[in-house]
Protein backbone atom coordinates (compact mmCIF):
# COMPACT_ATOMS: atom_id res chain seq x y z
CA UNK A 1 0.00 0.00 0.00
CA UNK A 2 1.48 3.40 -0.74
CA UNK A 3 1.18 6.69 0.95
CA UNK A 4 0.22 9.55 -1.14
CA UNK A 5 2.73 11.99 -1.68
CA UNK A 6 2.34 15.57 -0.56
CA UNK A 7 2.48 18.67 -2.55
CA UNK A 8 5.26 20.97 -1.61
CA UNK A 9 4.46 23.99 -4.31
CA UNK A 10 6.13 26.22 -2.33
CA UNK A 11 9.16 24.41 -1.33
CA UNK A 12 9.29 23.57 -5.34
CA UNK A 13 9.38 27.13 -6.59
CA UNK A 14 11.50 28.65 -3.85
CA UNK A 15 13.46 26.25 -2.38
CA UNK A 16 16.12 29.15 -1.44
CA UNK A 17 13.39 31.05 0.58
CA UNK A 18 11.84 28.02 2.34
CA UNK A 19 15.43 26.83 3.84
CA UNK A 20 16.45 30.27 4.91
CA UNK A 21 13.44 30.57 6.87
CA UNK A 22 14.05 26.75 7.97
CA UNK A 23 17.50 27.48 8.97
CA UNK A 24 16.31 30.71 11.40
CA UNK A 25 13.51 28.90 12.52
CA UNK A 26 15.78 26.27 13.98
CA UNK A 27 18.05 28.62 15.37
CA UNK A 28 15.07 30.75 17.05
CA UNK A 29 12.64 28.38 17.85
CA UNK A 30 14.84 25.88 20.29
CA UNK A 31 16.45 29.43 21.76
CA UNK A 32 12.90 30.93 22.68
CA UNK A 33 11.17 27.47 23.96
CA UNK A 34 14.64 26.54 26.11
CA UNK A 35 14.88 30.54 27.52
CA UNK A 36 11.20 30.24 29.03
CA UNK A 37 11.64 26.94 30.49
CA UNK A 38 15.22 28.07 32.04
CA UNK A 39 12.94 30.71 33.18
CA UNK A 40 10.83 28.28 35.34
CA UNK A 41 14.18 26.92 37.61
CA UNK A 42 15.64 30.27 38.09
CA UNK A 43 17.00 31.23 34.88
CA UNK A 44 20.25 31.00 33.18
CA UNK A 45 22.10 32.56 35.56
CA UNK A 46 21.88 29.68 38.25
CA UNK A 47 22.72 25.84 37.82
CA UNK A 48 19.41 24.42 37.00
CA UNK A 49 18.31 27.02 34.60
CA UNK A 50 21.56 26.80 32.54
CA UNK A 51 20.91 23.03 32.15
CA UNK A 52 17.31 23.18 31.63
CA UNK A 53 17.83 25.41 28.80
CA UNK A 54 20.66 24.10 27.15
CA UNK A 55 18.42 20.13 27.58
CA UNK A 56 15.42 22.07 26.52
CA UNK A 57 17.01 23.76 23.44
CA UNK A 58 18.62 19.85 22.29
CA UNK A 59 15.24 18.35 22.36
CA UNK A 60 13.29 20.95 20.56
CA UNK A 61 15.74 20.70 18.13
CA UNK A 62 15.27 16.97 17.62
CA UNK A 63 11.26 17.61 17.84
CA UNK A 64 11.67 19.95 14.68
CA UNK A 65 13.85 17.92 12.55
CA UNK A 66 11.23 14.60 13.80
CA UNK A 67 8.67 17.41 12.30
CA UNK A 68 10.20 17.77 9.12
CA UNK A 69 10.77 14.56 8.14
CA UNK A 70 7.36 13.52 8.93
CA UNK A 71 6.11 16.24 6.94
CA UNK A 72 7.93 15.17 3.80
CA UNK A 73 6.84 11.56 4.42
CA UNK A 74 6.94 9.58 2.02
CA UNK A 75 9.57 11.36 -0.12
CA UNK A 76 11.94 12.02 2.72
CA UNK A 77 13.93 8.98 4.31
CA UNK A 78 15.45 11.13 7.18
CA UNK A 79 18.65 11.74 8.67
CA UNK A 80 18.49 10.68 12.36
CA UNK A 81 18.56 6.76 11.92
CA UNK A 82 21.80 4.37 11.51
CA UNK A 83 22.37 4.36 7.94
CA UNK A 84 25.14 6.53 7.10
CA UNK A 85 26.58 6.44 10.64
CA UNK A 86 29.87 4.89 9.99
CA UNK A 87 30.51 6.70 6.99
CA UNK A 88 30.10 10.16 8.20
CA UNK A 89 32.26 9.39 11.03
CA UNK A 90 35.27 7.71 8.71
CA UNK A 91 34.78 11.20 6.89
CA UNK A 92 35.63 13.04 9.94
CA UNK A 93 38.71 11.15 11.27
CA UNK A 94 40.57 13.46 9.57
CA UNK A 95 39.26 16.58 11.12
CA UNK A 96 39.37 14.97 14.45
CA UNK A 97 43.02 14.14 14.04
CA UNK A 98 43.60 17.62 13.05
CA UNK A 99 41.84 19.03 16.27
CA UNK A 100 43.23 16.64 18.74
CA UNK A 101 46.50 17.03 17.93
CA UNK A 102 45.71 21.09 17.68
CA UNK A 103 44.43 20.47 21.34
CA UNK A 104 47.26 18.62 22.58
CA UNK A 105 49.79 21.49 21.60
CA UNK A 106 47.83 24.13 23.05
CA UNK A 107 48.17 22.79 26.79
CA UNK A 108 51.55 21.91 25.88
CA UNK A 109 53.13 24.52 24.20
CA UNK A 110 50.68 27.41 25.12
CA UNK A 111 50.23 26.31 28.48
CA UNK A 112 46.30 26.35 27.98
CA UNK A 113 44.03 24.54 31.08
CA UNK A 114 41.14 22.74 30.10
CA UNK A 115 38.35 22.17 32.68
CA UNK A 116 36.41 18.76 31.52
CA UNK A 117 35.04 17.97 34.60
CA UNK A 118 32.39 21.01 34.18
CA UNK A 119 29.00 19.81 33.23
CA UNK A 120 27.79 22.45 31.41
CA UNK A 121 31.01 22.61 29.32
CA UNK A 122 29.76 19.71 27.89
CA UNK A 123 26.35 20.58 27.95
CA UNK A 124 26.85 23.96 26.04
CA UNK A 125 29.25 22.16 23.62
CA UNK A 126 26.22 19.69 22.54
CA UNK A 127 23.48 22.20 22.46
CA UNK A 128 25.21 24.37 20.28
CA UNK A 129 26.40 21.30 18.31
CA UNK A 130 22.33 19.72 18.12
CA UNK A 131 20.49 23.35 17.19
CA UNK A 132 22.94 24.50 14.72
CA UNK A 133 23.39 21.07 12.56
CA UNK A 134 19.86 20.78 12.28
CA UNK A 135 19.48 24.08 11.50
CA UNK A 136 22.25 24.71 9.24
CA UNK A 137 22.44 20.89 7.92
CA UNK A 138 19.23 19.04 8.58
CA UNK A 139 16.93 21.24 8.01
CA UNK A 140 18.42 24.17 4.89
CA UNK A 141 20.93 22.08 3.38
CA UNK A 142 18.57 19.27 3.42
CA UNK A 143 15.37 21.34 1.94
CA UNK A 144 17.95 22.58 -1.02
CA UNK A 145 19.32 18.99 -1.84
CA UNK A 146 15.56 18.12 -2.22
CA UNK A 147 15.95 20.17 -5.84
CA UNK A 148 19.51 20.49 -6.18
CA UNK A 149 21.23 16.77 -6.33
CA UNK A 150 22.27 16.59 -9.50
CA UNK A 151 25.58 15.17 -9.61
CA UNK A 152 26.30 19.50 -11.34
CA UNK A 153 24.67 20.72 -8.05
CA UNK A 154 24.94 18.40 -5.14
CA UNK A 155 27.93 19.77 -3.56
CA UNK A 156 26.19 23.86 -3.83
CA UNK A 157 23.97 23.41 -0.76
CA UNK A 158 26.55 21.94 1.48
CA UNK A 159 28.84 24.94 0.33
CA UNK A 160 26.68 28.27 0.59
CA UNK A 161 24.92 27.04 3.60
CA UNK A 162 28.18 26.36 4.91
CA UNK A 163 29.46 29.92 4.34
CA UNK A 164 26.46 31.27 5.53
CA UNK A 165 26.85 29.50 8.79
CA UNK A 166 30.16 31.62 9.08
CA UNK A 167 29.14 34.53 7.71
CA UNK A 168 25.81 34.54 10.34
CA UNK A 169 28.89 35.21 12.93
CA UNK A 170 29.21 38.82 11.48
CA UNK A 171 26.42 39.67 13.85
CA UNK A 172 28.67 38.91 16.94
CA UNK A 173 29.61 42.77 16.01
CA UNK A 174 26.09 43.60 17.63
CA UNK A 175 27.30 42.44 20.91
CA UNK A 176 30.42 45.04 21.19
CA UNK A 177 33.30 42.67 20.19
CA UNK A 178 36.20 43.70 17.92
CA UNK A 179 35.86 44.26 14.51
CA UNK A 180 39.14 42.10 14.09
CA UNK A 181 38.05 39.75 16.13
CA UNK A 182 34.97 39.21 14.61
CA UNK A 183 36.15 39.28 11.15
CA UNK A 184 38.58 36.24 12.12
CA UNK A 185 35.86 34.51 13.82
CA UNK A 186 33.77 34.75 10.38
CA UNK A 187 36.87 33.36 8.47
CA UNK A 188 37.14 30.16 11.09
CA UNK A 189 33.44 30.08 11.41
CA UNK A 190 33.46 29.32 7.04
CA UNK A 191 35.89 26.54 7.55
CA UNK A 192 33.83 24.99 9.94
CA UNK A 193 30.49 24.95 7.93
CA UNK A 194 32.28 23.81 5.30
CA UNK A 195 33.82 20.85 6.80
CA UNK A 196 30.01 20.18 8.27
CA UNK A 197 27.99 20.56 5.08
CA UNK A 198 30.11 18.13 3.42
CA UNK A 199 30.58 15.46 5.69
CA UNK A 200 26.60 15.68 6.14
CA UNK A 201 26.25 16.05 2.47
CA UNK A 202 28.33 13.00 1.92
CA UNK A 203 26.89 10.80 4.15
CA UNK A 204 23.48 11.61 4.77
CA UNK A 205 23.01 11.19 8.15
CA UNK A 206 23.08 14.05 11.07
CA UNK A 207 24.54 11.98 13.95
CA UNK A 208 28.15 12.50 12.97
CA UNK A 209 28.15 16.17 12.52
CA UNK A 210 26.64 16.40 15.49
CA UNK A 211 28.74 14.89 17.38
CA UNK A 212 32.03 16.39 15.75
CA UNK A 213 30.66 19.61 16.38
CA UNK A 214 29.55 19.55 19.81
CA UNK A 215 32.58 17.68 20.94
CA UNK A 216 34.80 20.18 19.10
CA UNK A 217 32.67 23.17 20.87
CA UNK A 218 32.91 21.30 24.21
CA UNK A 219 36.65 21.13 23.97
CA UNK A 220 37.33 24.80 23.15
CA UNK A 221 34.31 25.47 26.02
CA UNK A 222 36.90 23.97 28.70
CA UNK A 223 39.66 25.89 28.44
CA UNK A 224 39.53 28.36 31.14
CA UNK A 225 39.90 32.20 30.42
CA UNK A 226 40.22 34.61 33.00
CA UNK A 227 37.52 37.24 32.61
CA UNK A 228 39.11 39.91 33.45
CA UNK A 229 41.49 39.95 30.48
CA UNK A 230 40.93 41.28 27.24
CA UNK A 231 40.86 38.22 24.42
CA UNK A 232 44.32 38.30 22.18
CA UNK A 233 45.03 37.21 19.02
CA UNK A 234 48.15 35.28 19.36
CA UNK A 235 50.03 32.78 16.97
CA UNK A 236 48.07 29.60 18.12
CA UNK A 237 44.60 31.83 17.38
CA UNK A 238 45.94 32.03 13.62
CA UNK A 239 47.25 28.53 13.60
CA UNK A 240 43.55 27.37 14.86
CA UNK A 241 41.74 29.68 12.13
CA UNK A 242 43.88 28.40 9.10
CA UNK A 243 43.96 24.63 10.27
CA UNK A 244 39.94 24.79 10.26
CA UNK A 245 39.86 26.72 7.16
CA UNK A 246 42.27 24.86 5.32
CA UNK A 247 40.45 21.75 6.70
CA UNK A 248 37.13 23.23 5.22
CA UNK A 249 38.51 23.60 1.55
CA UNK A 250 40.22 20.20 1.41
CA UNK A 251 36.51 18.82 2.73
CA UNK A 252 34.92 20.94 -0.21
CA UNK A 253 37.11 19.19 -2.39
CA UNK A 254 36.64 15.87 -1.60
CA UNK A 255 32.63 16.39 -1.93
CA UNK A 256 33.40 17.71 -5.04
CA UNK A 257 35.71 14.27 -6.23
CA UNK A 258 32.84 12.12 -4.98
CA UNK A 259 29.73 13.96 -6.48
CA UNK A 260 28.56 11.30 -8.56
CA UNK A 261 28.09 8.82 -5.67
CA UNK A 262 26.56 11.92 -3.31
CA UNK A 263 24.19 12.61 -6.27
CA UNK A 264 22.67 8.63 -6.14
CA UNK A 265 22.77 8.88 -2.34
CA UNK A 266 20.27 12.18 -2.40
CA UNK A 267 18.31 10.78 -5.00
CA UNK A 268 18.15 7.79 -2.90
CA UNK A 269 16.96 10.02 0.88
CA UNK A 270 14.51 12.30 -1.52
CA UNK A 271 12.37 9.75 -3.53
CA UNK A 272 10.74 12.61 -5.94
CA UNK A 273 11.55 13.55 -9.28
CA UNK A 274 14.18 16.57 -9.40
Not at 25 to 38: D, R, T
Not at 213 to 241: A, K, M, W
Request: net charge positive; aromatic share 12%.
Amino acid sequence: MSTKKRKHIITDKVPWLVALILMILGIAVPNAVSGVVAGFFGGTEVTAGRICNTVTAMLVSFIMMGLYTLWFKPEFDGNLGSDGIAKGFRLAVPFLVCWAVYFVLNKYVEGAVYDFAEIMVWLSGFAAGVTEEVAFRGLATTTLLRKYRSEKNVWLPGVLIGVLFGAVHFLNITAGDDPIIVLLTVIFAIGGGLVFGAIYTMCGNLWPVIFVHGLYDSISFSILENPNEPIEIGLFSYVQIGIMFVVGILALITLIRKRRSVSDLWHRKWNTIA
